[in-house]
């Protein structure tokens, strides 16, 4: 079956970069896109980007760009999202999730990594 | 970037229907997915592509998407259906994908 794993959470200071991992099992790991969505306290969904693993290409949310990374590791079957310049307004739950297409729905996700960022 | 519009609450009685909007210009030329999210969860995909409904989600759960507006509907609705519920489409002008602000469904 289909499993993404995460890493665990982080607490982080202002100013600072956080890189989260996802694992994918249970499928053949370039066939999916990986999305990174992240969820502040008490707030909804906010898209950040999305990766195909197949060739490393990457479309960011405009709002990230510049700040976010999205990185893949084949032999490992595993994404990574790094966050630099972070501030208090990035503590949220990180979640990844694939898609079958890249317009395709979220039909997997991770666990979910709780980053703060604190001083 | 493409605006996504949903009512922040709903409620319903249990066994009524429950009717979740999503608003945006020409939706109905989108492709639209809905989410449920319980409290301390990851999103679950509820209805992918406007109104199919993927295996293990109950036939109560249906959509729809037409003009400028997308409609979640649940009917009979149970208790266990409370949730948060989100739109999401793909703007295939930008490549980017987004999703609403969430609306709350209360079973009351």
């Known amino acids: 079956q289909v499993q993404l794993v995460q890493s665990g959470a982080e607490v982080k200071k202002p100013g600072a970069s956080v890189k989260v991992s996802c694992k994918a099992s249970g499928y053949t790991f370039t066939s999916y896109y990986m999305h990174w969505v992240r969820q502040a306290p008490g707030q909804g969904l906010e898209w950040m980007g999305i990766?195909?693993?197949?060739?490393?290409?990457?479309v960011y949310a405009q709002k990230f760009q510049g700040r976010v990374t999205m990185t893949r590791d084949t032999s490992t079957s595993t994404v990574y999202m790094e966050l630099s310049s972070l501030r208090s307004e990035d503590t949220a739950v990180y979640y990844c999730?694939?898609?079958?297409?890249?317009?395709?729905?979220?039909?997997?996700w991770g666990q979910g990594t709780l980053v703060t960022v604190s001083s | 970037s493409y605006v996504l519009t949903q009512p922040p609450s709903v409620s319903v009685a249990p066994g009524k229907t429950a009717r979740i909007t999503c608003g945006g210009n020409n939706i109905g030329s989108k492709s639209v997915h809905w989410y449920q999210q319980k409290p301390g969860q990851a999103p679950v995909v509820v209805i992918y592509?406007?109104?199919d409904r993927p295996s293990g989600i109950p036939e109560r759960f249906s959509g729809s998407n037409s003009g400028n507006t997308a409609t979640l509907t649940i009917s009979s609705v149970e208790a266990g259906d409370e949730a948060d519920y989100y739109c999401?489409?793909?703007?295939?002008?930008?490549?980017?994908?987004?999703f609403g602000g969430g609306t709350k469904l209360t079973v009351l």
């Open positions: 592509y406007d109104s």
């Open positions: 990766i195909n693993p197949s060739g490393g290409s990457t």
């Open positions: 999730a694939t898609s079958g297409y890249s317009y395709g729905s979220n039909d997997y």
């Open positions: 999401q489409v793909w703007d295939s002008s930008s490549d980017h994908r987004g």
